[in-house]
């Protein structure tokens, strides 16, 4: 099916954002396996895959209309030195991932393609209240109840 070049192009973007991410957290959760914090791994290699698989639905979504992914383009990417760092980069990414996301399902609404915009409330969805959540959630125990303490209970 021909697709429309605005949200062929705008996928892309989305796509772009998710392949950053992806590289975040997996850089993220290899650190966090490296320092022994096994669960902060477990739950950030999850965070990697969900975002393999957002990946995965831009790509086909993206071929259902005819359009070329371009798997060469990422949005920069910030590793984080401690925890807490590597918590809130992870956050920011998250936070702008869900603020391209609005963009582009307005962008759906505009062009009816009403697909499209599905897709990705699902992904908004999923960023949103599961991913993001999490994050701020980790954020707040760590000022709660000290960096020490939570990095205790994530080994």
């Not at 192009?9 to 650190?31: R, T, V």
């Not at 383009?73 to 980069?89: A, C, F, S």
């Not at 499209?116 to 409330?121: A, G, N």
Request: proline share 2%; aromatic share 8%; net charge negative.
């Amino acid at each position: 099916m021909k697709g429309n070049q605005k949200i062929i192009d705008a996928l892309n973007k989305l796509l772009a954002g998710e392949l950053a991410a992806m590289d975040q957290y997996f850089i993220h959760s290899e650190m966090y396996a490296d320092w022994g914090l096994h669960k902060l791994y477990e739950r950030i290699a999850h965070e990697f895959e969900d975002e393999k698989g957002h990946a995965k639905l831009m790509i086909e979504r993206i071929l259902f209309l005819e359009g070329t992914p371009e798997m060469t383009k990422r949005d920069p990417i910030t590793v984080g030195k401690t925890v807490p760092e590597m918590l809130q980069h992870d956050l920011d990414v998250e936070y702008r991932v869900a603020h391209n996301l609005k963009q582009v399902i307005a962008l759906c609404e505009q062009e009816q393609d009403y697909q499209t915009r599905e897709m990705l409330r699902q992904q908004l969805a999923d960023t949103e209240e599961d991913h993001a959540y999490w994050l701020e959630q980790q954020l707040g125990l760590i000022n709660r109840i000290g960096l020490q303490n939570y990095l205790q209970s994530q080994m």
